[in-house]
């Protein structure tokens, strides 16, 4: 009997004892490559590649960055696009149509439908907006509404100016040339 007690104590301790270890042991692991990466640095180096941090691949074409207008918001930028942006859109009856047609989904509110600044938003805040046909009136250009080019035009647009929020976010590039094409030839003059 106490040789059957002894050798049980005997297998209870080895029981025991195995099941010990130390307390980062993780026991048997199947791919330790898949439980612990390496740690890369975003902007460090390795060794499989060079940089962590890899260029973008070509043709890339970064947020925001338009194709026919590299200004940026400033006062200088909307002057340097007053003297050298282009609108490369053709104005033929379609374009205007299309022009038309965004003009009255994101201007015409605050500008009117024929320009002269009298939307239905009434609010005090954007009292000031102006005639499109407006001779009088000099602008930050230097020149009165109705001789802004069509890079002034397409800055404001997309930067804004004062109680009239950038609408970039709103209407593409495209589109935004589309609307100046619209503005210059209907209400402009
Ligand atoms: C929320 C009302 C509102 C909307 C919408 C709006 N505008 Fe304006 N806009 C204004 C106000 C107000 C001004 C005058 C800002 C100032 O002089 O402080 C202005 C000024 C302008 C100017 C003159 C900028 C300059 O350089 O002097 C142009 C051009 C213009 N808007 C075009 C547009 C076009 C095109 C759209 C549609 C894509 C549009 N706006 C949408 C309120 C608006």
């Known amino acids: 009997m106490n040789r059957l007690i002894l050798k049980l104590t005997f297998i209870l301790v080895v ?28 902007y460090g180096e390795n060794t499989i590649n060079g940089m962590n941090a890899q260029l973008p691949v070509e043709g890339t074409i970064a947020r925001g960055h338009l194709l026919t207008f590299n200004y940026d918001g400033t006062l200088d930028g909307y002057l340097a696009a007053g003297n050298t942006a282009v609108n490369l859109i053709e104005d033929n009856k379609e374009t205007r149509a299309e022009g038309k047609a965004l003009y009255g989904m994101f201007c015409e509110h605050c500008h ?12 005090a805040i954007y009292s000031a907006v102006p005639h499109y ?26 930067y804004g100016l004062n109680a009239m929020g950038p609408h970039a976010s709103q209407v593409t590039e495209e589109e935004r040339w589309l609307i100046v094409n619209y503005v210059q030839q209907e209400l402009q003059n």
Request: charged fraction near 20%.
């Open 15 to 42: 029981v025991f004892l195995s099941s010990c270890g130390g307390d980062s042991d993780p026991g048997y692991e199947f791919m330790p490559n898949m439980y612990r990466s390496p740690s890369l640095e975003t």
């Open 112 to 123: 009117g439908a024929t320009g002269t600044g009298d939307g239905t938003i009434k609010h």
């Open 133 to 158: 046909n407006d001779g009088k009136l000099f602008r930050r250009a230097g020149v009165p509404m109705n001789e802004l080019k069509a890079g002034h035009i397409f800055h404001a647009i997309t």
